[in-house]
């Protein structure tokens, strides 16, 4: 940067480096970085905006080219739609009977012991086909045909 001084009657120029925040308040870098930070901010945020209203332009959209479309075309099907498939009423028919599902399961379980962790009630239910463990297992806790015994472990209501 060059400078211009007058001492003594005489100007002379003098050439001064600047440099860290000397030279960035010399030259505006202060206004220039609130500025540029102020312009990315506000384009993050139109950004934002934008995407999260897009649903909105998207569906208007479509209901304008539908309307347009609409005038020219027919309905070809004009059947009922398919109804919703059957609810598979398996957990239902299964848990109706807690009492039976209860001494299948306390079969299955002799081999562990009087006391034993809910994991190893879990994966024996595979040897009796159960179709839904968990749900089985929360039911019967439920119900009280499994007592804690504190650590994890669970026995049979007696």
């Given at each position: 940067m060059i400078f211009f001084v007058q001492m003594d009657g005489k100007i002379t120029i003098r050439r001064c480096l600047l440099y860290g925040f000397e030279a960035i308040s010399m030259h505006n870098g202060w206004a220039m970085a609130g500025v540029g930070g102020t312009i990315v901010f506000t384009g993050l945020v139109m950004l934002a905006t934008v995407i999260?209203?897009?649903?909105?332009v998207l569906d208007f959209l479509e209901n304008l080219l539908g309307r347009f479309k609409g005038k020219n075309t027919t309905?070809?099907?004009a059947a009922t739609p398919d109804p919703p498939a059957p609810k598979p009423e398996v957990a239902k028919r299964f848990l109706d009977d807690l009492d039976t599902v209860a001494d299948r399961y306390k079969a299955v379980s002799e081999p562990v012991g009087e006391t034993f962790p809910l994991v190893e009630l879990h994966r024996l239910a595979g040897k009796i086909d159960d179709p839904h463990p968990h749900l089985t297992l929360t039911h019967l806790r439920q119900q009280c045909f499994l007592i804690?015994?504190?650590?994890?472990?669970?026995?049979?209501?007696p």
């Open positions: 999260s209203q897009l649903h909105r309905v070809v099907n804690p015994q504190g650590d994890g472990l669970f026995s049979w209501r």
